[in-house]
């Protein structure tokens, strides 16, 4: 719940500042159409680039999912134990190293 309320106020903050920040060239009536089409471009990510994104948090969310579920199995004392970071880190970098396997080996440009 904290995660999403945070996401809604950093999304409402961002389109406030743009708004103003668009608004604020209109009134100084900047006239220089090169650089007001690189200031409100809008960044579009190819399907390939967006391929590549959606795969890695693919990874980060499987893996990170099966660290918490491998962390259930193991005994450990909760309060005096830091081995469920421990845990959670190596599947995460688990799933981030095969991220880059699939990257380096499929995804690669030819040049």
């Not at 959606?54 to 579920?69: E, Q």
């Amino acid at each position: 719940m904290i995660t999403v309320t945070t996401w809604l106020i950093v999304m409402l903050l961002n389109n406030l500042m743009k708004y103003r920040f668009k608004r604020r060239i209109i009134e100084t009536n900047m006239n220089d159409e090169n650089l007001i089409s690189l200031i409100l471009e809008s960044k579009k990510d190819d399907p390939e680039e967006r391929k590549i994104k959606l795969l890695k948090w693919i990874f980060i969310s499987f893996f990170g999912g099966i660290g918490l579920i491998v962390q259930e199995f193991l005994p450990y004392k909760m309060d005096e134990s830091i081995l469920p970071y421990g845990v959670l880190s190596i599947f995460l970098s688990i799933g981030l190293l095969l991220y880059y396997l699939i990257i380096h080996y499929f995804f690669r440009k030819p040049s």
